[in-house]
């Protein structure tokens, strides 16, 4: 499994998921967004079919119906994947689940606070240990995205 680690500092998650998100609709990837409560899911649902006026995104929460047909399914159940995603979208501090048939991982974490910091590092170690290919991505000056490691 590969897991991407992405450092947020300077932009916003809002600014950066959804471009993250078209990129892998593009490439016809299956996405579960893993949050920790419904209310999140509600939030994340309503971005990303307002974040840019001429864009389309398809994607939906469980209560929306049809979840195995979405392309990106945003959830905080556990154990949950009924669209077969490959690609999984951690936010919150959810751990990377290693044994439920993700190809890749995209862990996201807030740089400025501590918690969420330890966490992350918590999570890099564990994904060491359990032989995962890890990557860390962290914006330079300009805001563009450079691997670390």
């Keep these: 499994m590969r897991v991407d680690f992405y450092h947020l500092e300077k932009t916003p998650l809002d ?4 471009i993250l998100l078209e990129k892998a609709y593009e490439s016809d990837q299956k996405v579960l ?3 920790d409560i419904a209310e999140r899911a509600d ?3 309503t971005l990303l079919w307002t974040y840019k006026p001429d864009s389309f995104l398809p994607h939906g929460v469980e209560k929306d119906g049809n979840a195995e047909s979405q392309p ?3 959830t ?9 995603a490959t690609l999984v979208v951690l936010l919150d501090n959810i751990p990377i689940p290693m ?7 995209l862990y996201f974490f807030d740089g400025r606070n501590p918690d969420s910091l330890q966490k ?10 359990a032989g995962a290919d890890r990557f860390y991505w962290q914006q330079n000056e300009t805001g563009k995205w450079e691997n670390k490691v």
């Design 33 to 35: 967004i893993k949050v």
């Design 15 to 18: 600014n950066v998921l959804p």
């Design 72 to 74: 990106i399914l945003i």
């Design 99 to 105: 044994e439920d048939g993700f190809v890749r991982a």
């Design 120 to 129: 992350a590092r918590q999570e890099w170690q564990r994904v060491s240990d």
């Design 76 to 84: 905080h159940k556990d154990n949950y994947n009924p669209n077969k």
């Design 43 to 45: 939030y994340l649902n």
